[in-house]
């Protein structure tokens, strides 16, 4: 089985991502793992990764511009006009770091991978991978906060996480 996790930023040091790495590692002795990252801010990740876990990214915001990680991608006036845009697909008040370039890397790969299950790690993830998730693939919505103290960030989970055939409402101690 193909699993794929999705994070914002796999190069972060919150608990969301270290729940994501470890539980890639934990399945990676019997499954295909990997971690899709909407942003690459930093040159490798916080977090030792496990070598059998692939991570992929799809917009480097390493640079002052940023840019796709595919090549060829758009320009650099493109990047920077898509990049000062707000997200179409996920409310600024759900997560204010997705823009325009990020919805269309979104797009470009989400209904392409090779993955039999999507693990989502933030109601703003969910709401941007319920319209795009690959065809026949389970969708999975985790959540690593309380709810109740989400506020806006927790919006997406009542119109989007009925899209997924599985929840998981815990908190990360």
Known sequence: MKITYMVTWADAMGGTEAAAFSQAAALAGRHETRVLSV?????????????????????????????????????????RDLSGRPSELVD??????????????????????????????TPALTALAAPLAPPGAALVAQEHRAPELRGPTGEPLLPFAPRARAGDAGVDA
């Open 92 to 121: 600024p008040r759900w997560e204010p770091a997705y823009d325009r370039l990020c919805d269309i890397e979104a797009a470009r790969v989400l209904p392409r991978l090779d993955t039999d299950v999507l693990v989502t790690t």
């Open 39 to 79: 942003l690459r801010t930093a040159d490798a990740p916080f977090f030792r990764v496990d070598p059998r876990v692939r991570v992929d990214y799809l917009v480097d915001a390493r640079g002052p511009v940023r840019r796709p990680v595919r090549s060829p991608g758009p320009g650099e006036d493109a990047c």
